[in-house]
Each structure stands twice: as structure tokens, then as C-alpha cells.
């Protein structure tokens, strides 16, 4: 069975300085998993995604992740937050095929202060 | 190109009462997914489509829940006697591979 944890329901931080929303995953699979952003009222976009190829898989928006096995772990970084990075971040599984349903995680809020 | 979308965006319905929600996913997408979206359970997977196989109807909540997709392109969710615990946001999803294409959902509200 596969599974996500998204380890922080709620991360604050103040413009400028570094973003880290934590991921772990369980797969049987060798897994393919996903950062998606939603913004209020908006739909769910893809931020980023990895799929067996570099574990350190660069993102839109100056977003990225890295992809370690040993930890079972795809934490989403990013250098310098933005205003505008204010969202509903989540962490996501699916079992490396093409045509499967996604496992979600909860959900990580990320607020940005100025 | 134009993405997935979904009507109507919003929908106020009372108790009992069926609704219908409509997805139009990409163009030449094969794949065809519904989640739902609730306060305290996250997003969900409720069914997916794949050509003209059988659709994986696993996710489903119960039996007032079903969906079609005619002609292997636009796809319906029905919800039959809605239940307050219906009320959600329920996205489309369409897909050609690995990346799913989110619309940007119904938001039911069964009052």
C-alpha cells in the first residue's frame, strides 16, 4: 500500500528567507511523486515531479525537491520566499505507473510574512 | 491550450436532492480521474476512467455515487439523495501519462 505524510500541517516563515515542507512517503513501488500547489479559490497546479530519473528534480517558481530512498523522503525546498508563495502545498504518490489514481497527502499550509 | 474544465463551479442543493457535476477534460486525454476535496479528509480519490476499460469505481463513498464518461471524452458524476456529508469540492483530473491536469472543481453545498 502506498501512503504520504506531510509532516508539518501549518509552516510559517518571513519573506526572504528559506522554505521546507516535509514529505515522507511508504510505496511498495518504485514510486513517482509530486509537489502540487493550491492557491485560494484556485486549482490544483503541478510544482514539480519525479519519476526514477535525477533525485534532485527542479520545480516552477524556484521550487525543488530531492528524492531520497533511504530516508523514504521528498521534502520541497525553496532558497527565498515570495509573497506570493502563500498556498496549500501537497505532497503526492502513485505507483509509478501511467493511469493510476494519486494518494494525497494532508496538506501543508505555507504562510508568508512580511 | 485549454485545460480541464468543470460546471458549474458552484452548486447550492438541498438534502435529498441529486446533482450532476461535469468534467471536460483535455483533449486526446485517455485518463479521467474524480477527487474529492473536504475539510478534515483531504483530497480523495473517487473514480478513474482509462479508455474504454471498466472504470475503477474503488474510491467511490457509496452507492448514491456514480459516474459516466460518454464517448470517452466528457464525464458526469452523479450524486443521488445528497447527504449533508456530501458537501466538498470535487476536482477532474485528466491525463495522457505520469501528470495528472487538475480543473478547478465544483464546490457542492448540500444545505
Known amino acids: 500500500a502506498q501512503s504520504v505524510t506531510q509532516l508539518d500541517s501549518h509552516v510559517s516563515v518571513s519573506e526572504g528567507t528559506p522554505v521546507l515542507l516535509r514529505c515522507n512517503y511508504s510505496?511498495?513501488?518504485?514510486?513517482?511523486l509530486f509537489w502540487y500547489v493550491q492557491h485560494p479559490n484556485k486549482g490544483l497546479q503541478l510544482l514539480l515531479k519525479?519519476?526514477?530519473?535525477?533525485?534532485l528534480v527542479k520545480g516552477i517558481n524556484g521550487f525543488e525537491a530531492e528524492f531520497k530512498k533511504s530516508e523514504t523522503s521528498f521534502h520541497l525546498t525553496k532558497p527565498s520566499a515570495h509573497m506570493s508563495d502563500a498556498a496549500e502545498y501537497f505532497c503526492v504518490v502513485n505507483n509509478n505507473q501511467a493511469g493510476t489514481a494519486l494518494i494525497f497527502g494532508k496538506g501543508t499550509t505555507l504562510s508568508v510574512s512580511s | 491550450g485549454a485545460g480541464v474544465s468543470q460546471s458549474p463551479s458552484n452548486k447550492v442543493t438541498e438534502k435529498g436532492k441529486d446533482v450532476e457535476l461535469r468534467c471536460d477534460p483535455i483533449s486526446g486525454h485517455t485518463a479521467l480521474y474524480w477527487y474529492r476535496q473536504s475539510l478534515g479528509q483531504g483530497l480523495e480519490f473517487l473514480i478513474y476512467?482509462?479508455?474504454?476499460?471498466?472504470?475503477?469505481k474503488s474510491g467511490l463513498p457509496s452507492d448514491r455515487f456514480s459516474a459516466e464518461r460518454t464517448g470517452g471524452s466528457v464525464s458526469t458524476l452523479t450524486i443521488q439523495r445528497t447527504q449533508q456529508e456530501d458537501s466538498a469540492v470535487y476536482l477532474c483530473?485528466?491525463?495522457?501519462?505520469?501528470?495528472?491536469?487538475f480543473g478547478p472543481g465544483t464546490r457542492l453545498t448540500v444545505t
Open positions: 476512467f482509462q479508455g474504454n476499460s471498466a472504470p475503477d
Open positions: 510505496s511498495s513501488y518504485s514510486p513517482s
Open positions: 483530473a485528466s491525463s495522457s501519462g505520469y501528470e495528472q491536469y
Open positions: 519525479y519519476t526514477s530519473a535525477a533525485t
